[in-house]
T-cell receptor
Framework: DAKTTQPNSMESNEEEPVHLPCNHSTISGTDYIHWYRQLPSQGPEYVIH???SNVNNRMASLAIAEDRKSSTLILHRATLRDAAVYYC????????????FGQGTRLTINP | EPEVTQTPSHQVTQMGQEVILRCVPI?????FYWYRQILGQKVEFLVS????????KSEIFDDQFSVERPDGSNFTLKIRSTKLEDSAMYFC?????????FGPGTRLTVL
């Protein structure tokens, strides 16, 4: 399973943008970059995913480096509800492919 | 918005007893998964299921574990003879293709 590297923790202030980095230097050509998050005492929650181009949805933006060896999840205006562990996961396309979770980045949001 | 549901939310059992954890995936999804998370540790993949068969299972998913889709809506995880180390949160997930949607989890406590 292709590995990702994320900082253990990050801190930000409410209503400010947050950039969560992820390194995946051994990514294969077919791996998609997925981001999930886990709020306290809840199951993981899908955030966003992409292959090569930058992606936007209502929750976040995903910026993917041109060489695909790194990516950044962007929360445009963090709220207290965004405090969670964020996981960057590489996954091959297609159903039934498992998610391999690492330790993720614990994001703290200060009021 | 459709969601994955799991019952019970908390199950306490004695070591050696059988437990069945139940999940109702999102109705039009075809792929089903179980993951577990021991307190303070990473989320770990157990098994994926498609077309009434196991697609992939991890080393954790030994002969004590089984999964079943007994009808068109439920997806169950059975642990035949529970051990103390089976105490964890168990998350069910389902997907139409790439994006997995997780349930809130069942906390299993083995005494």
């Amino acid at each position: 399973d292709a590995k990702t590297t994320q900082p253990n923790s990050m801190e930000s202030n409410e209503e400010e943008p947050v950039h969560l980095p992820c390194n995946h230097s051994t990514i294969s050509g077919t791996d998609y970059i997925h981001w999930y998050r886990q709020l306290p005492s809840q199951g993981p929650e899908y955030v966003i995913h992409g292959l090569t181009s930058n992606v936007n949805n209502r929750m976040a933006s995903l910026a993917i480096a041109e060489d695909r060896k790194s990516s950044t999840l962007i929360l445009h205006r963090a709220t207290l509800r965004d405090a969670a562990v964020y996981y960057c996961i590489l996954r091959e396309p297609g159903g039934a492919q498992k998610l391999v979770f690492g330790q993720g980045t614990r994001l703290t949001i200060n009021p | 918005e459709p969601e994955v549901t799991q019952t019970p939310s908390h199950q306490v059992t004695q070591m050696g007893q059988e437990v069945i954890l139940r999940c109702v995936p999102i109705s039009n999804h075809l792929y089903f998964y179980w993951y577990r998370q021991i307190l303070g540790q990473k989320v770990e993949f157990l098994v994926s299921f498609y077309n009434n068969e196991i697609s992939e299972k991890s080393e954790i998913f030994d002969d004590q574990f089984s999964v079943e889709r007994p009808d068109g809506s439920n997806f169950t995880l059975k642990i035949r003879s529970t051990k103390l180390e089976d105490s964890a949160m168990y998350f069910c997930a389902s997907s139409a293709l790439d994006t997995q949607y997780f349930g809130p989890g069942t906390r299993l406590t083995v005494l």
